[in-house]
């Protein structure tokens, strides 16, 4: 079992993030969905409406709920510092950024990375840790990694560069940026599961909100962001016949169902097998390799964004949260020994963060 920290105070919006006495953490307000309870609430619906709106409450925005078309994911580096404190620096540009106004309907993500605490002396959380390297990556560190990372969604892709380029200014001597990456979602049916540059629905087997609540956050309303830069592959991958597409992914391309299923949510059926007593999904296929039940049933919720900067250098801004990193290098280490898509897709760069939460907690020494 994951072992969790205890449950925060009632917090509320907006409130000041404090962990030590050196740094206050000042993030964006939630803006998480609820589930919406029936009209009528019993005392135990009125008791867990509650517990939600604290949930809700302790939670950053840009996390769960529908995801906006467009993405602004960047990167800055602690400055070095000559005198004063380096953790009141940084605690000031933080608290400053939360007050910045953000577009309507946009959200602000901030997660700390493993670097800043070794940097500023403190004890970086348990389970945030440098994500492993893998013997098929080609990581570009200038597009990767990062003491503090920042994602900001919404559906204006200008109004997001410019609230980007707003935090920069305003950190001007005490971060410095490291990259800056622009996604968007392809032009899809709203409610329907968005695809990717292959042209497959992609974050199908994101958890439903009970399965969140376990494998997504802490009590604290805290988690954590892996951000991998994917290039892909997309006129060799498309070149393909549909069904040998459909082989690789272990999904159909239409529907979005896996192989042997009906429907986009049917649960993958990993031992049914053909008359010829080969696996319906193949044993290198996607699906099957990235599977939870590998994983105990542990999830990642995976809000990706594709980007295109011309043919030679397309592919998908990945962004999984999760309440352990680890969970994405065990997929990833059998993904990267075995999936059948390792040819037609490169891991160019690489980030993890600690999404604080909204309220209470900030940087929890030896979570």
């Known amino acids: 079992m994951i072992s969790t920290p205890s449950d925060s105070p009632p917090?509320?919006?907006?409130?000041?993030?404090?962990?030590?006495?050196a740094l206050a953490l000042l993030t964006a307000g939630c803006a998480e969905e609820t589930r919406q309870q029936g009209s009528r609430p019993t005392e135990d619906n009125a008791a867990r409406k509650r517990t939600d709106s604290r949930r809700a409450l302790s939670r950053q925005g840009g996390i769960s709920g529908p995801q906006p078309l467009h993405a602004t994911i960047a990167a800055y580096d602690l400055a070095p510092h000559h005198g004063g404190s380096a953790a009141t620096a940084v605690g000031g540009i933080l608290e400053h950024w939360s007050a910045l106004r953000v577009p309507e309907a946009a959200?602000?993500?901030?997660?700390?990375g493993p670097a800043l605490y070794r940097k500023l002396g403190l004890t970086a959380p348990a389970r945030l840790r440098d994500i492993p390297a893998f013997s098929r990556d080609r990581l570009d560190p200038h597009r990767g990694g990062g003491d503090i990372l920042v994602q900001l969604c919404g559906d204006d892709p200008e109004a997001l560069t410019e609230l980007s380029r707003r935090l920069t200014a305003s950190s001007a001597g005490t971060?410095?940026?490291r990259w800056?990456?622009?996604?968007?979602l392809p032009a899809h049916p709203p409610g329907e599961t968005p695809r990717n540059l292959f042209g497959f629905k992609d974050g199908t087997e994101n958890p439903t909100t009970a399965e969140a609540e376990r494998w997504v956050w802490n009590p604290d309303g805290s988690t954590y962001l892996v951000y991998r830069r994917i290039h892909m592959d997309v006129p060799t991958f498309t070149a393909l016949s549909h069904g040998r597409q459909e082989a690789v992914v272990g999904r159909q391309r239409t529907t979005g169902a896996p192989l042997g299923g009906d429907h986009e949510h049917d649960p993958a059926n990993l031992y049914a097998k053909t008359a010829q007593g080969r696996y319906v999904i193949p044993a290198d296929a996607h699906v099957r390799l990235a599977h939870s039940r590998l994983d105990g049933g542990a999830r990642m919720l995976r809000r990706g964004y594709s980007y295109d900067n011309g043919s030679d250098d397309r592919g998908l801004l990945f962004l999984a949260y999760m309440r352990d990193p680890a969970l994405f290098a065990r997929a990833q280490e059998r993904l990267d020994h075995s999936d059948a898509m390792n040819h037609f897709v490169e891991h160019r760069a690489s980030a993890v963060g600690y999404v604080v939460p909204a309220t209470g907690g900030g940087l929890l020494p030896g979570r």
């Open 180 to 184: 800056r990456e622009r996604g968007f």
């Open 175 to 177: 971060l410095l940026p």
């Open 11 to 21: 917090p509320t919006r907006r409130s000041l993030l404090t962990a030590t006495a």
């Open 107 to 112: 959200t602000r993500t901030i997660a700390l």
